[in-house]
């Protein structure tokens, strides 16, 4: 079975090829234009999928060495994410789709960075414990099989890739932020600053950082530079806020649950200082992270899903739509 899938959700603009549960090409173009604003803008973010979309396709296609009668079906991202970029991706599936008359199937964002883990990972098994961490969610799952997800707790604001990408407008970097703040924060001192970290009350899994966000703010207005405390460990010391905060999360909740497996998904996955806390945190679980390409948007966690759905028997028809705001559950 060949899988076409389409990523549109926000500033990526994503396809991939799978076959047979093998990622054969995937093919992202990131909006680069969207670093002069310091985040995305919907509109601009919309017209540049218009743009690459053909092009983008066209190019996982030529890599993966399959062409359009192959393909047995589309998976496209229907949400979450910005409504005007979800349409023109999902627009674009159908148009191939009807053309080619082969099924178009809608994905769920979220669910796909859930399965990227099982790109590298095939035999990765249920149940675990998913911290799914990326710029617009931050939440923790018990993944107890396909389709069988419970929420165990979430934001209640900011989450944790916004507040690298508030945090990184505070401190002068650019967008992305938490790329910025990792690169920033090599060698400051992580403890030399207590920001602040808010874990609503002892066995809670909430999270929450518009707290630290302002506690950032006041330190920024009579910060100056001296010997002893640098730019460097100010940076350092906030993403160790944002980092304590998610393994201390993650701890707790494979303890509430009593999985030894954990799997982190979403963007803020590739950072660098989480995955070395985790396993230093957690020596005696089984910690998995996706690879660096499957952290970010990207399709091919899309055609992946997409295959599986369709072994399921989970064709839809066409008249679906972006839904900005879907949930998993």
């Known amino acids: 079975m060949i899988i076409l899938g389409i990523e549109t959700s926000c500033d990526e603009t994503a396809a991939s090829i799978c076959k ?15 670093t002069e604003f310091g985040g995305v803008v919907p509109e601009i973010a919309s017209r540049e999928h218009e743009t690459l979309l053909n092009s983008v396709v066209h190019a996982t296609l030529l890599e993966s060495e399959i062409e359009l009668p192959e393909l ?6 229907q949400g979450p994410g910005l409504a005007g970029t979800l349409l023109t991706g999902i627009s674009f599936a159908k148009g191939l789709g009807i053309g080619l008359g082969i099924p178009v199937i809608p994905v769920n964002h979220l669910e796909g960075h859930i399965f990227a883990n099982f790109l590298e990972n095939q035999f990765l ?4 414990v998913c911290l799914l961490v990326s710029g617009g969610h931050t939440q923790l799952w018990s993944i107890k099989g ?5 929420l ?5 604001d900011d989450a944790a890739g916004e507040a690298f990408d508030k945090g990184a407008r505070i401190l002068g970097l650019k967008y992305p932020g938490g790329p910025e703040i990792e690169k920033a924060a090599l060698g400051g001192d992580s403890n030399k600053i207590d920001f602040p970290r808010s874990l609503l009350s002892k066995n809670s899994l909430e999270f929450s950082f518009s707290g630290l966000k302002t506690s950032l703010l006041y330190f920024m207005d ?3 530079e001296t010997e002893t405390v640098k730019l460097k460990d100010v940076i350092s010391s906030y993403q160790k806020a944002i980092v304590d905060t998610l393994v201390e999360k993650v701890k707790r909740a494979l303890s509430i649950t009593g999985y030894n497996r954990c799997v982190i998904a979403g963007g803020v ?3 660098k200082c989480l995955r070395e806390q985790l396993d230093m945190i957690l020596p005696t679980k089984e910690i998995i992270f996706p690879e660096l390409s499957f952290c970010t948007d990207n ?3 899309i055609s992946y899903l997409g295959e599986l759905k369709i072994k399921l028997g989970k064709c839809e028809s066409l008249d679906f739509s972006a839904n900005p705001n879907l949930k998993l559950i």
Do not use: C, W
């Open 20 to 34: 047979d549960g093998k990622i054969l090409s995937n093919t992202i173009s990131r909006q680069l234009i969207h």
């Open 269 to 271: 996955a590739a950072n």
């Open 125 to 128: 098994k249920f149940p675990f």
């Open 72 to 77: 047995d079906a589309i998976a496209v991202t």
């Open 146 to 150: 396909m389709e069988r997800y419970i």
């Open 222 to 224: 009579d910060f100056k």
């Open 299 to 301: 399709a091919a966690m």
């Open 152 to 156: 165990l707790g979430e934001t209640r």
